[in-house]
């Protein structure tokens, strides 16, 4: 930033190559902080909200408050101080105390001049922070106050000007026929900063633009009973209800507890996905939940993602055994294929197993089951014969939407073909630019041939290949990816996986990494949200509750249930001296899908009375009829 003389800055000589490439709209997550005038006006407290909902497309890093001076506040620094409190309120309100940590007080005044940073620790930690980053890959500032933290830290430390793109919500359109706008007028000397520092700005006008912006009353009324829907259908307010899973503070944020419902849910669907891929010719495999260092520098991921993971021992201490947690299995499963000699005749090997992994994720991503620290998913690699490649693929994406189709997520799925960017800065891929250019090439043909709609996702492949993103979005909207299958022709070579070929000669396979359900975990909040806990039959912790209407009826219940449960269906008994009324609403309300009332005529003609979660009463019949009924529902797997 060059100098200010008197009153007037002197503008760059040099125009910064960069600054046009920061401007570019992201391709992928970015880093933000925000810096907001919370107490001032409702649309602060909404973008706190919708900033930490948003932890797909921003990683929050931190929130500075921001002073303001209205008739809601006795000054700037009460203004301040009043945003301070409420952006902890918001914190409360949601969940979040563990992002208290990074919010921080901002300036109880304007600058005086433009010159004169006003200190502050919002300020300061801005300064500080944004030397962190790069003017390849910046820090977003979110300002939608006055800019004073933002014009003190550039002050503070102009170093940071090219490594941070500040998006302002401040001052009016060109064409607006007055210039007085609030998180102008707050701060002009600030304001005149950040506008001629020659930082990347983007500048979104108050009035004339952001304040046009209207939303009708139908659509807010829409808009309202949708989101009064999510709310009744959250899995992380209705998982807990219905008592699938908890969290425990002293275990920590990502770590679930699955309780006794979701526990059996997660066994069911893991049991019926093995049996399914071992129809489908795939070799079950265990291997261990951590390595050497070793092993995953020859994979890459040591490179490539060890931010992410927990290690344990000194990283940089190669004097010493350093191992750590797996966030993947296929280094493992490699190992299955390199065990003996391989030929082309053993090709393709189906390798699956369902594997406990675990990924050192951001807090502020934590969200319920969907986003978490531990977690288990379906995961298998194909070691093939390149001609192999497109069969074996289409062979991955009907499994994945047989499995998806199955428990009923599938039609609301969309599909991502994630590439690579050969800009990244980070040098985040391995392989030349042929050898990417050719699997992509591979799997856009195959793509193409299957007729698969896809959108693509640059910069979001994995650093060893290209991949196919079945995504799904929770009740709020939040998109999150199920199942992946990706293309990889490169790791086989990092770990010396020959194979014979027709010839005799040595020739390295092509692999594919894919899942089949993806993570379980996820897999069950998605389900919970899609069924409003009302899970299909098949998979339902509790299938089936007999209700004696009366003390006599209780021993009639309990020897019919345990018919049933010799059938494999899974039965309880509720024989508390309740009223029967009240029995039916308990079992209701925990989404229990057939309900059977017992009462003296029942035990008389040997029969059940019926009843479903949704109220209908299918009438009195014989247990060896509703068995019936039930195996039926079950082994077809119905959505009732």
């Known amino acids: 930033m060059e100098q200010k003389k008197g009153t007037q800055w002197v503008p760059k000589k040099q125009e910064d190559p960069g600054l046009l490439a920061r401007l570019s709209r992201p391709t992928g997550p970015v880093d933000v902080v925000l810096d907001t005038d919370t107490y001032n006006e409702i649309d602060d407290q909404f973008a706190v909200s919708y900033l930490i909902c948003s932890a797909e497309k921003l990683h929050l890093q931190a929130i500075y408050a921001a002073p303001f001076f209205n008739e809601k506040s006795t000054g700037p620094a009460d203004g301040m101080e009043k945003s301070y409190q409420e952006i902890l309120n918001i914190l409360t309100l949601m969940g979040k105390d563990e992002l208290k940590k990074s919010v921080y007080k901002g300036s109880t005044g304007y600058l005086p001049d433009e010159e ?183 994979s890459g991921h040591w490179d490539h993602y060890l931010d992410g993971m927990f290690v344990m021992g000194d990283p940089a201490d190669e004097t010493k055994e350093c191992f750590a947690l797996r966030p993947m299995t296929c280094p493992f499963q490699y190992q299955v294929f390199l065990n003996r000699g391989r030929s082309y005749r053993d090709l393709p090997m189906r390798l699956g197993e369902t594997s406990t992994l675990f ?82 090439a591979a799997m856009e043909r195959i793509l193409k041939d299957l007729n698969v709609d896809y959108t693509v996702g640059i910069d979001e492949a994995a650093f060893y290949g290209p991949k196919l993103d079945i995504q799904y979005k929770n009740v709020y909207g939040k998109e999150d990816t199920l199942v992946t299958i990706q293309i990889d022709m490169l790791l086989a070579e990092r770990f010396g996986m020959y194979y014979i070929d027709e010839n005799g000669n040595k020739a390295l396979p092509y692999i594919i990494h894919r899942t089949s359900l993806g993570c379980y975990e996820r897999t069950l909040a998605y389900l919970i949200e899609e069924y409003a806990g009302a899970l299909p039959t098949w998979m339902m912790p509790e299938q089936v509750r007999f209700l004696p209407i009366t003390d006599r009826a209780a021993d009639y219940c309990v020897q019919q249930a345990a018919e049933l449960r010799k059938q494999g269906f899974r039965v309880e008994v509720d024989s508390r001296n309740e009223k029967i009324g009240k029995k039916i609403r308990e079992a209701t309300l925990e989404k229990i899908p057939f309900m059977l009332v017992v009462g003296d005529r029942d035990m008389e003609n040997g029969t059940v009375s019926v009843r479903t979660r949704k109220g209908e009463d299918l009438g009195a019949m014989t247990l060896e009829d509703f068995s019936a009924k039930l195996r039926q529902i079950v082994d077809e797997k119905q959505k009732i």
């Not at 934590?366 to 690699?381: C, K, N």
Request: net charge negative; aromatic share 8%; proline share 5%.
């Open 116 to 298: 004169t940073a006003v200190e502050s620790p919002a300020a300061a930690d801005l300064a500080a922070r944004a030397m962190n980053y790069t003017p390849e890959k910046p820090l977003y500032v979110l300002a939608i106050g006055a800019i004073t933290n933002v014009a003190s830290a550039i002050l503070k430390n102009p170093d940071i000007i090219d490594r941070i793109v500040i998006v302002w919500l401040g001052g009016n359109a060109l064409h607006w026929p007055e210039n007085k706008e609030f998180n102008l007028y707050q701060d002009v000397a600030a304001a005149r900063i950040i506008f001629e520092c020659g930082a990347a700005l983007v500048q979104l006008p108050c009035s004339g633009v952001v304040s046009e912006v209207t939303t009708t009353g139908p659509e807010l009324d829409a808009y309202l009973k949708e989101r009064e829907e999510a709310v009744k259908r959250d899995h992380n307010k209705l998982g807990r209800e219905l008592e699938y899973f908890t969290t425990v503070d002293c275990i920590g944020q990502g770590l679930p507890i699955l309780l006794p419902k979701g526990a059996r849910v997660i066994q069911l669907l893991q049991r019926w996905v093995e049996d399914t891929e071992q129809q489908r010719g795939y070799l079950l495999t265990k291997t261990p939940l951590m390595a050497k260092r070793e092993l995953y520098k020859i």
């Open 359 to 440: 990924r050192n994720e951001d807090s502020g991503e934590m969200h319920g089951l969907i986003r978490v620290r531990q977690f288990t998913i379906s995961e298998g690699h194909l070691v093939l014969r390149p001609d192999q490649l497109e069969e074996e693929f289409k062979q991955c994406l009907d499994l994945a939407k047989y499995c998806l189709g199955t428990v009923g997520l599938l039609e609301k799925c969309t599909f991502r073909f994630s590439q690579w960017d050969p800009a990244n800065p980070n040098n985040k891929y391995e392989g030349t630019a042929e050898q990417w250019d050719h699997a992509q």
